[in-house]
């Protein structure tokens, strides 16, 4: 009990999460399977882009399919190389309020933008 | 530690408590504020997160500037990323993500004890982190050289050959896009971008910006990743200690995850 109860509340005499927790261990096997999928993804965003040199497709989709591969690139790396998780669940919290920060930051600044008619073209800028 | 006012070694252990300032009953690393270890160890990886999180705030910041105007001038974008070197942003990608694999094996060896593979981790992390720079000082520089007439940087340095073409992609005054390239683009939103004479500035300003405070941080990455090499071989870092490479190592994935976005956002532009 006291030797959890200030960063982990909720997994007291929980045995088996407590032990998940605290002796959690990433081997390295995983590592280079990790490191395998990242350079995988790596040649992946470059040959998208390289295909969508010679086809005619939306710009949009080709900028959600390299945020795509840069998105699932982060997760890889903050799920085993950051360790998140075999860490806590503050830690793990934390992990995901950043994104969720971010998401807040774009979604307000931009429909503040496109409320006032975003991009410039279609209309003058209040 | 139910008592404070006396002194905590001689709740702990008889004698040497002086010598020893109270760490008789476990090893040095740990701190009197905490009861065990491991909820040392948790708090300053928790603290290192709140870090990371105000790290991500900040290039985010850039991330926000950077869609607003890509979604004003798709076209201005895919022309000017044109410009930028994709292979050696490419190699680039694959320096950084291999050094964060070594980084991740450095952690792994220091939580087994393992001192020499931990050194050699963490010097091969360091060359991996210099050759990224290197890379990219040369890509810096490969632009300066334009500006100053010159095909590359070393033909600058020499006197060699001149460019052929009028451009000089580094903000600034003497900022020029070169004119066999998109006009009509520009013409179409020159009126838009008040106070700029290309609107193509605006995709290289941001460049230096995002890819120069990128490199800052890999300058403090290496020094971090220096010292934890130093107190590795100083012996600093045990089975039961090895806290520092730990959090290090998290900056260091960072300053990756980073790069993960902007070289496609840069680079891989149609």
């Known amino acids: ?126 | 530690m139910a008592t404070t006012t006396t002194t905590q070694g001689s709740e702990v252990q008889g004698h040497g408590a002086h010598a020893d300032h109270g760490h008789a009953g476990h090893g040095r690393e740990l701190q009197h504020h905490f009861e065990t270890a491991q909820q040392q160890k948790e708090a300053a990886t928790l603290g290192m997160w709140v870090f990371l999180v105000t790290e991500l705030m900040l290039f985010g910041g850039i991330f926000m500037a950077y869609t607003v105007y890509r979604w004003a001038f798709p076209d201005i974008w895919a022309e000017a990323a044109h410009h930028l070197n994709t292979p050696l942003g490419a190699l680039n990608t694959v320096v950084l993500l291999v050094s964060s694999l070594t980084v991740a094996l450095a952690v792994n060896a220091a939580e087994e004890g393992r001192k020499q593979r931990l050194i050699r981790l963490l010097g091969v992390t360091m060359v991996l982190g210099v050759a990224f720079l290197g890379i990219k000082g040369y890509e810096y520089s490969e632009k300066f050289a334009h500006c100053a007439g010159y095909e590359t940087p070393i033909a600058w340095a020499t006197s060699g050959a001149p460019l052929g073409e009028t451009e000089c992609l580094v903000p600034g005054r003497a900022f020029v896009f070169p004119a066999a390239h998109g006009e009509a683009a520009a013409d179409a939103h020159h009126e838009v971008t008040p106070g700029q004479s290309s609107p193509y500035q605006l995709f290289y300003l941001l460049y230096f910006i995002a890819t120069g405070l990128h490199a800052v941080h890999m300058l403090i990455g290496l020094s971090i990743v220096g010292m934890l090499t130093f107190m590795a071989a100083r012996g600093v870092f045990t089975s039961v200690y090895s806290t520092p490479v730990e959090i290090g190592g998290l900056y260091w994935h960072l300053i990756d995850i980073i790069w993960v976005f902007l070289f496609p956002l840069f680079y891989l532009v149609h």
């Not at chain 1, 040199?53 to 699932?72: N, Q, T």
């Not at chain 1, 774009?106 to 503040?112: E, N, P, Q, R, T």
């Open chain 1, 1 to 126: 009990m006291a030797e959890h109860s200030n960063t982990m509340p909720g997994t007291d005499g929980h045995a088996a999460a407590s032990d998940h927790h605290s002796h959690g261990h990433i081997g390295r096997d995983t590592y280079y399977r990790v490191f395998a999928a990242l350079m995988v993804l790596m040649v992946l965003t470059v040959g998208a882009w390289w295909i969508e040199g010679f086809m005619e497709i939306p710009r949009v989709l080709g900028v959600l399919i390299a945020m795509a591969i840069a998105s699932s690139k982060t997760v890889l790396i903050i799920y085993y190389f950051m360790h998140i998780k075999i860490s806590n669940r503050v830690t793990q919290l934390y992990a995901a309020a950043a994104f969720i920060g971010l998401a807040i930051l774009f979604i307000i600044v931009m429909g503040d933008y496109f409320a006032r008619g975003w991009p410039p073209s279609s209309g003058p800028l209040p």
